[in-house]
């Protein structure tokens, strides 16, 4: 089974919608999540994390391991970051790997992973001085943004076609 990298970050009204309309519907569709969340998420996420849990086999993380402790996940062959904040986005495209979700995400960019990114921002975040320098960061290293939760698997299966259907294995080492 292809594994999916899902990251999520502190975004309004994620509770609402991460596991119904995005978890369920890829884990559905076949992928094997491997779910990360930044740390302020995840105590948003509290009421839903055995939901979350309950979409996959593999544990859902927010803490980075300890360095005699073997990696939790194996290397997600795709990603989906989604809800992406201001916060989380700019330290993306900056490399800035200061919590767990940042950390794979880095490396997931720095590996060219395939990679769909659905940014959830204010009019003001958006305006600040150094977000399209982010996007056009993004966007040059290969990421494609999503409008919607709705339209992240469709989005997937266009970055990812092969990956989806189970027919790139080259990248299922574990980590
Ligand atoms: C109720 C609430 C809603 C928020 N909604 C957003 C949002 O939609 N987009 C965003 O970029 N930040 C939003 N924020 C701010 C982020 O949660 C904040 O920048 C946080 O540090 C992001 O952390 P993370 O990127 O590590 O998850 C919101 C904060 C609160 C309290």
């Not at 990696?71 to 992406?84: I, R, S």
């Not at 993306?92 to 992973?113: S, W």
Request: hydrophobic letters at 50%; aromatic letters at 6%.
């Amino acid at each position: 089974m292809t594994v999916l990298g899902l990251v999520a970050s502190a975004a309004g009204g994620v509770e609402q919608w991460l596991v119904d309309d995005l978890a369920r519907p890829l884990a559905g569709r076949g992928w094997r999540l491997a779910v990360t969340l930044t740390p302020t998420v995840a105590r948003w996420l509290e009421p839903q994390l055995a939901a979350l849990a309950a979409t996959t086999d593999l544990p859902v993380r927010w803490t980075p391991r300890l360095p005699t402790e073997p990696k939790p996940h194996p290397v997600p062959d795709a990603f989906v970051f989604a809800p992406a904040t201001a916060n989380s986005l700019a330290k993306l495209a900056l490399g800035i790997g200061d919590n767990q979700a940042l950390t794979v995400l880095c490396e997931a960019l720095g590996r060219r992973t395939p990679m769909v990114v659905l940014p959830q921002v204010s009019e003001d975040q958006a305006a600040h001085p150094a977000y399209q320098g982010h996007l056009a960061v993004l966007r040059s290293a290969g990421v494609v943004f999503a409008a919607d939760p709705a339209s992240v698997t469709r989005v997937l299966d266009r970055v990812a076609p092969f990956v989806a259907f189970g027919e790139n294995r080259s990248n299922n080492a574990c980590g």
